[in-house]
Nanobody, 120 residues
Framework: QVQLVESGGGLVQPGGSLRLSCAASGRIFRIHNMGWFRQAPGKQRELVAS???????NYADSVKGRFTISRDDAKNTVYLQMNSLKPEDTAVYYC??????????????WGQGTQVTVSS
């Protein structure tokens, strides 16, 4: 079993910054894609950013140039640096990791979610 633990959410003023972290623990042979999703009230969950093992990144158009995703495979952790935050970034943010707990076995895990609120 693998657990993902998120941290770093909170309340920030427009224009401010936050850094989210998501650490995986448990039976892990290798971690493949990592990503961040978000879900605002009344809306569907959407992809914010993703990163491959080769550090290829993908971003939603709404966050390009403001958010940066990165990973530290030694720590089984994915980060999301969020700058120039806007009220429309307010949502619950979920991390997602595609884990290979044993060679040849692939399972997608989700974090518990962390609230990000951008408001003055």
């Amino acid at each position: 079993q693998v657990q993902l633990v998120e941290s770093g959410g909170g309340l920030v003023q427009p224009g401010g910054s936050l850094r989210l972290s998501c650490a995986a623990s448990g039976r892990i042979f290798r971690i493949h894609n990592m990503g961040w999703f978000r879900q605002a009230p009344g809306k569907q969950r959407e992809l914010v950013a993703s990163i491959t093992r080769s550090d290829n990144t993908n971003y939603a158009d709404s966050v390009k140039g403001r958010f940066t995703i990165s990973r530290d495979d030694a720590k089984n952790t994915v980060y999301l640096q969020m700058n120039s935050l806007k009220p429309e970034d307010t949502a619950v943010y979920y991390c997602n990791q595609v884990v290979e707990p044993y060679r040849g076995s692939f399972i997608t895990y989700w974090g518990q979610g962390t609230q990000v609120t951008v408001s003055s």
